[in-house]
């Protein structure tokens, strides 16, 4: 099976960033000097666009403001525009508009990759794409293995463990190690390489993975500029739980490629031979070994989320009501207006 994907845009370069959002006391726009006086009623009224040079323009919503900017640039504007936890905007001297935990609880799927060699010529090898005849199909009518994205399956084995099939036989080098941030090291221990691409090889990866991780992390402001890139801190396998989840999850990969249509195709799999780990046995039942291997290899599946987490209203760690309003905010005294607050969403 080919899971249809859809690739229209790829990513583009700005010229101009939301630097914040603007928000206004009463009928007046809020002055930051007056921000952490009580008894105020906050509304968002806009958001201020910034250029690299330092150039602002400011644009109006007549209605509500909507900041939907992913899951860690949502957090960098509101923290720019003083809703954050107030101790991190204050060491930074940012006026506190707001006090709410944004930029707390994130969490993100992490994936176990598994290769699996396969004796027959099903996979997605990159000898197979980059062929004339693809590079035409492509090209003239957007289908063929160039349009895929080479997932071939997705399953879950129970509520918290899924598997993804990636039919790649031969995994790029560069590609795996641009998305991974992978040592070529631990590139050729994971798919058995040696140095160099092997573009015909025959195979899949399995991704393992939690669904529903416990570890949380946090983004931060590395500056009060919206240019610089906010501090991203996954803390991963913080929580045991997430570690014994990963291992259960790579031997249900292992135990789904010992299972008889696979090993039709002859699959086989191949445990990371990685250097960290070379005390250990390399054993799929190991689960010692196992640990090691998440620990070493385990790649971000670029799912973040919760760092505007939405929940009860007065419950510390909320930042959005179920509306995706702004919440409660944790000092008393200042009141989001019920029918005005900016609508946020992560
Ligand atoms: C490699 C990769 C593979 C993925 N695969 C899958 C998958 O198979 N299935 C799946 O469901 N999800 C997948 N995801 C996750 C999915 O892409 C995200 O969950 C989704 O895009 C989040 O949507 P969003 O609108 O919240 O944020 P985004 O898609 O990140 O959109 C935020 C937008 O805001 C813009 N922006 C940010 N800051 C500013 C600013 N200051 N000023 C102006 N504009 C700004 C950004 O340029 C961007 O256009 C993948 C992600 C990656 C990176």
Known sequence: MNILSTFKRGFEP????????????????LDHSTTEEPGKRLKAVGVELRGPEGESWLVHSSRDTVLSAGAVNTPQILMLSGVGPAAHLRRLGIPVVVDLPVGENLHDHLNMPLYVTLELPVSVTTDK?????????????????LASSAVMGVGSAHRNISLVLFGMGSPDEKVM?????????????????NGSNETSKEGFVMLASCLQPLSRGTVSLASRHPFTPPMIDPRYLQQPQDVACLVEAAQVAARVVSSPPFQRLGARLRLPRLEECED????????????????????TGYHPGGTCRMGRP????????????LGHPRDATTVLDPQLRSVDKV
Request: hydrophobic share 45%; charged share 20%.
């Open 14 to 29: 700005r010229s101009a960033v939301i630097g914040s959002a603007v928000y206004c006391e009463g009928d007046a726009f």
């Open 280 to 299: 250990l046995i390399p054993d799929p039942h190991d689960s010692g070994f196992l640990e090691c291997v998440v620990r070493t290899v385990a790649i």
């Open 129 to 145: 794409v980059l062929t004339f005849r693809q590079l035409r199909k492509f090209f003239l009518s957007g289908e063929g293995l």
């Open 177 to 193: 190690r641009d998305i991974a941030n992978m040592k070529p090291q631990t590139f050729s221990g994971l798919f058995h390489f």
């Open 314 to 325: 007065r419950d510390a760690t909320t930042v959005l009501d179920p509306q995706l309003r």
